[in-house]
């Protein structure tokens, strides 16, 4: 079975530039989390998703990043305008269920460069 | 969610048993313990999860103390392929799923 699907795997942009990250999760799963992955913060989750619906978006770091999963099979994350500081490995993971308990699968991630 | 205190890096040798503890002294009643497991350009793998004692599966072992403030992850005999960044997370029951990362433990495994 394929895991979770992320694309582009490599992102070089230009500051400004509107940036959209994607991802499909496993077929089944009814979570969906976005990370960011820095050398100075490490792993961030900046939201997540359960059935489709936001849960928690208290992570996302200001009105620049918005997130939208439009069905069961498909998120995207956007930055809009990017900047250098989102230069970063974003991940996205999806489970079965949501509870603290469900195992995550991660995706390979989109390394983002904004220049 | 209680925050949790791990050894930034560890060495060991082929063959070795490797042994990382984490703290979380602020532990409540219904978190659960999971540690996951990452390797260069790849997103973060599960290995173990577990609530109180010994939990024991075909990669690892984890072991709970009863006051549950401190936990540790065991890899037996572990391989150069081990070589990776170990994260020990505290997961709350009534937090959906939302996992908080550390800054994790990096193992170096030598030849």
């Known amino acids: 079975d394929a895991g979770v699907i992320q694309s582009p795997r490599h992102e070089v942009t230009e500051m400004g530039q509107e940036v959209t990250l994607r991802c499909k999760p496993i077929?089944?799963?009814?979570?969906l989390f976005w990370y960011r992955q820095t050398m100075m913060r490490g792993l961030e989750l900046l939201i997540y998703?359960?059935?489709?619906?936001?849960?928690?978006d208290s992570g996302m770091p200001e009105d620049r990043f918005s997130a939208k999963m439009p069905n069961a099979s498909f998120s995207t994350l956007k930055i809009q305008p990017s900047e250098p500081r989102d230069s970063a490995v974003y991940f996205c993971?999806?489970?079965f269920g949501g509870g603290a308990t469900d195992t995550q699968y991660f995706g390979p991630g989109t390394r983002l460069t904004v220049l | 969610l209680a925050k949790t205190t791990q050894p930034i890096s560890m060495d060991s040798y082929e063959g070795q048993e490797v042994n990382i503890t984490c703290s979380h002294n602020?532990?409540?009643?219904?978190?659960?313990i999971t540690w996951y497991q990452q390797f260069p350009s790849q997103g973060p793998r599960f290995i173990i999860q577990?609530?109180?004692t010994k939990v024991t599966n075909e990669v690892a072992s984890l072991f709970i103390p009863a006051d549950r403030k401190s936990s540790t992850l065991s890899l037996p005999r572990v391989s150069l392929s081990d070589t990776a960044v170990y994260y020990c997370?505290?997961?709350?029951?009534?937090?959906?799923?939302?996992?908080?990362f550390g800054q994790g433990t990096e193992l170096s495994v030598k030849p």
């Open positions: 993971a999806s489970s």
């Open positions: 077929s089944g799963h009814n979570s």
């Open positions: 998703f359960n059935n489709n619906v936001p849960i928690d």
């Open positions: 602020n532990i409540a009643t219904n978190d659960y």
């Open positions: 577990g609530y109180k």
């Open positions: 997370l505290v997961t709350a029951v009534n937090q959906g799923g939302k996992l908080i």
